[in-house]
């Protein structure tokens, strides 16, 4: 038993395999978040993606459906 | 960078099924994604026991705190320079809460065995939030810019964050319950500071 025990990693997927989801599902199916600053968000952001930056997300949770699939970036 | 901490809260938190985009807004641009350290963020299984958490949270403490010192050091931007070694020093005082927190718990006075009789320190080097090697950490933010670095900074922070939060939610004592709340609203103060410098550096 280590430190790195405690830690399990995330799943990640490529910009590719999210554009398939997305196009694939109504918007409705899904949670997508933006959990950059807004300033970046601005700049631009993919359709229909919620702004929550990742310092807000601990606290912003309940804002989400947490039984959809869930994309962050 | 930041979307795998944010993916680690959510699956903490028990969402059914979380996914990062890999390269972030980059990737989907079809710019070239730059290097993520290979650790990334990681989602964090919560030790039950007090004693245990105490001593997690210590060795995390530890970790962050050689990162910043590290940073501070090698920083050319004088106010980068300023603001990691006055996140080294209150990760330093984190320490010092939670080795007192340990004792008032345990009722032992920690000795060699705190923390690595309760958790073993990992042999490879010293480890941070989402599970990152210091060393790690560091050999990737050799050359970067201080945006990237910052926003690295932003995402482990978030990560202590939320840590905080869930033992606060977890331990029982009235006493336990007040020092991990002031440590998660001291890391929420580090990372309003941290994003406000990132903000100027987009």
Redesign the interface.
């Known amino acids: ?15 590719e395999k ?2 398939d989801f997305l196009n694939q599902k109504n918007s409705g199916e899904y949670n997508l ?1 933006d ?3 807004p ?2 968000y601005e700049q ?3 359709p229909g993606a919620r702004l929550i ?3 807000e ?2 606290n912003r ?1 309940a804002e ?1 459906d ?8 | 960078m ?10 903490g ?13 980059r ?2 641009k ?1 710019l070239v994604a730059e290097g993520i350290p290979e650790a ?6 919560p ?1 039950t026991r007090p004693e245990e958490m105490v001593a ?1 949270a210590w ?2 403490e530890d970790g962050m705190r050689k990162f910043y010192e590290s940073l501070a050091q090698i920083m050319q931007d004088q106010e980068a320079k300023g603001t990691f070694e006055n996140l080294k020093r209150s990760e330093e005082n984190h320490k010092t809460t939670l080795w007192k927190l340990f004792e008032e718990i345990s009722g032992r006075t920690p000795t060699h065995e705190f923390p690595n009789k309760v ?5 490879r080097g010293d ?1 941070m939030e ?2 990152m090697l210091v060393s790690e950490a560091l050999e990737w933010s050799r050359g970067k810019a201080l945006k990237d670095i910052l926003e690295l900074c ?2 482990l ?2 990560n202590s ?2 840590l905080y ?1 869930k033992m606060e939610q977890k331990v029982e004592t009235n006493k336990a319950k007040q020092v991990f709340k002031t440590l998660s609203e001291e890391e ?1 103060n580090h ?2 500071r941290l ?1 406000s410098m ?2 100027k550096n ?1």
Do not use: C
Not at chain 2, 2 to 11: E, F, G, K, W
Not at chain 2, 119 to 123: D, G, L, W
């Open positions: 038993m280590s430190i790195l025990d405690y830690f399990k990693p995330v799943s990640t997927w490529s910009a999210i554009r978040v959990v950059r600053q300033e970046e631009g952001h993919l930056p990742v310092g997300l601990p949770l989400l947490r039984n959809k699939p869930t994309i962050v970036y | 930041r979307s795998r901490a944010a993916a680690s809260i959510l699956t938190a028990g969402f059914q099924e979380v996914h990062s985009m890999g390269g972030g807004m990737a989907w079809g990334g963020m990681a989602y964090f299984t030790a997690l060795l995390l958790i073993p320190a990992e042999p480890v989402g599970g932003i995402s922070e978030t964050y939320d939060l929420k990372l309003d994003t990132f903000g987009i």
